[in-house]
């Protein structure tokens, strides 16, 4: 089945630093790639859409400057905090979306929980 | 706006049946979704519904009623495995990214 990967699983980092976490689909190629953000006990709240070879496009009250997506290869999708804060302490879950026009599913990785002190 | 609506906690018996219900308003429809997520876990993917019937898979099934914004997903011989948040999501229609909007999930506890 296809698999997707996040790297790290769990990061904690001091406030003001930057974190960057990998999405990459292990054994399909990728146009689209999902980020979300899940805090506990909530459903999961779509961040921003990662095309490859594109801008991504962010979700409505979701800073695009604080949280730098870059979608450079077909199976990679990076997410950066930058200047973290407490409050972006939460479980950043990607998923994607194989390439091809009738796929309809997402593959969802196993997330990284960020804890920023 | 987009809404989506599921109730927040449901308790059931091992073996027993458990409907989980999820009602939608969104300006468009191009299918709906149901994942399984456990504790600390990503969500998996459980079923898809696009027309309006009752889709099963195994011990879980899945309806959809288009008109009525409407769907559930039924567990069947229900395992203690299976406490465990279910989220419903949809997909907008018209939008080509295939972005979900989730649910704010339903959190299943199977009692023995």
């Known amino acids: 089945g296809a698999v997707v990967s996040q790297h790290p699983s769990w990061v904690i980092c001091k406030s003001g630093t930057s974190v960057k976490i990998e999405c990459r689909s292990l054994?399909?190629?990728?146009?689209?790639m999902f980020w979300y953000r899940q805090f506990p006990k909530q459903s999961l709240m779509l961040m921003a859409t990662?095309?490859?070879?594109?801008?991504?496009?962010?979700e409505q009250g979701v800073e695009k400057d604080k949280f730098l997506i870059n979608h450079a290869s077909l199976t990679l999708s990076t997410l950066t905090v930058t200047s973290a804060h407490p409050e972006d302490s939460s479980f950043y879950i990607c998923?994607?979306?194989?390439?091809?026009?009738?796929?309809?599913?997402?593959?969802f990785g196993p997330g990284t929980r960020l804890t920023v002190t | 706006g987009q809404n989506i609506d599921q109730p927040t906690e449901m308790t059931a018996t091992e073996g027993a049946i458990v409907q989980i219900n999820c009602t939608y308003q969104?300006?468009?429809?191009?299918?709906l979704f149901w994942y399984q997520q456990h504790a600390g876990e990503a969500p998996t993917f459980l079923s898809y519904?696009?027309?309006?019937g009752l889709e099963e898979k195994g011990r879980f099934s899945s309806f959809l009623s288009r008109s009525k914004g409407y769907s559930y997903l039924l567990l069947k011989e229900l395992q203690m495995k299976d406490s465990a948040s279910y989220l419903c999501?949809?997909?907008?229609?018209?939008?080509?990214?295939?972005?979900?909007?989730f649910g704010s999930g339903t959190r299943l506890l199977v009692r023995p």
């Open positions: 999501a949809v997909r907008d229609q018209g939008d080509s990214s295939y972005k979900l909007i």
């Open positions: 998923s994607a979306r194989p390439s091809g026009a009738f796929s309809y599913e997402q593959y």
């Open positions: 969104t300006s468009g429809f191009n299918g």
């Open positions: 519904n696009v027309l309006d």
């Open positions: 990662s095309n490859e070879g594109s801008k991504a496009t962010y």
């Open positions: 054994d399909f190629q990728a146009t689209t």
